[in-house]
């Protein structure tokens, strides 16, 4: 059987965003300047991404018997997502608090993983159909990380491409990485995983290395302003950043890229055209509010491209 798709294992959170000058000291409290509330999590965010972008999405995670989980299960239906994600009613839908520092749209964030925390190995088991089939396999790090080890290793024998989106950064076992075709952390990510400080092109190179020596296929570094590295050891590229317009709010970029990433993958196009499109796809999210309401739809990504 033919496969096709991206399927994705991760966590739904609800994203409690609040603008204002600076964070506030221990015991201060800030007026702020705006408030958001939004669909969040960076699977979820990333499985968006995938679906706006034009692949065929399956999402496994759990999300609580609760308000906010009836937010996500309406979401990924009008988005066509296919779910394999249940109600736990133990446990409430993950939350997020995401400070926005007014005028750079620079963020920080605090992730609480709630329902999907619980998300186990018999979950990824019961969604063996969905690994086996998919063209794509994709998680982060927001699930217990024995899950996504388990995930990713059954959709690498299944004879899926593999992607490790090592997000938040976490100390790793080295077994990890012999499961992924592409890893794709951030400078700081990077930096963390490799003891490499990454700052600029040669640095993120010297971490790719790194990453490529404790088993990794191919690392897809992200830099920010900077544009990203594509690096396997035989091909080393800098992916430049796509300017849609102003900078509003950079909350997402990263899950845009991985998403876009995913899509092109999927559909068959080579490591370099599907880095350049999934960096045009977070060129697009960062001019807009929020985080899955602020990834573009296909149309919207080609277009920019074609400029």
């Known amino acids: 059987m033919a496969k096709s798709g991206v399927a994705i294992l991760g966590i739904y959170a609800a994203d409690l965003a609040f603008t204002a000058q600076r964070q506030p000291a221990m015991g201060e409290t800030l007026l702020g300047s705006r408030f ?32 906010f989980g009836d937010v996500a299960l309406a979401m990924y239906a009008k988005e066509g997502i296919a779910t394999r994600v249940p109600q736990d009613e133990n446990h409430s839908t993950g939350a997020a608090y995401i400070f926005l520092e007014e005028g750079t749209g620079s963020n920080a964030i605090i992730v609480v993983p709630g329902a999907a925390g619980q998300v186990g190995i018999a979950d990824v088991d019961a969604a063996s159909d969905v690994l086996s089939s998919c063209a794509v396999f994709m998680t982060q790090l ?42 794709t952390p951030n400078e700081s990510e990077a930096s963390m995983l490799t003891g490499v400080a990454v700052t600029d092109l040669a640095s993120a190179r010297k971490a790719a290395d790194v ?24 091909l080393s590229l800098h992916i430049p950043i796509f300017k849609a317009g102003k900078v509003i709010d ?38 807009r509010p929020g985080t899955a309401p602020s990834m573009p739809y296909l149309k919207e990504v080609e277009a920019l491209l074609a400029k």
């Open 36 to 67: 958001a509330m939004g669909p969040g999590g960076k699977g979820s965010n990333q499985s968006v991404a995938a679906a706006r972008s034009g692949a065929k999405v399956t999402f496994i995670s759990k999300v609580g018997k609760d308000a």
């Open 142 to 183: 927001e699930t217990p990380v024995a899950v996504a080890v388990h995930a990713l290793k059954v959709a690498k024998a299944a004879g899926a491409i593999t992607i490790f989106n090592p997000a938040p950064a976490a100390v790793l076992d080295d077994a990890i990485y012999h499961y992924c075709d592409y890893a």
């Open 211 to 234: 990453l490529l020596g404790k088993g990794v296929g191919c690392v897809l570094i992200t830099l920010g302003g900077q544009g990203s590295l594509l690096h396997d050891g035989k």
């Open 250 to 287: 950079t909350t997402g970029a990263g899950d845009a890229f991985n998403g876009g990433f995913a899509a092109a993958l999927a559909r068959g196009e080579v490591p370099e055209k599907a880095a350049r499109f999934g960096s045009a796809v977070a060129g697009i999210s960062v001019t």
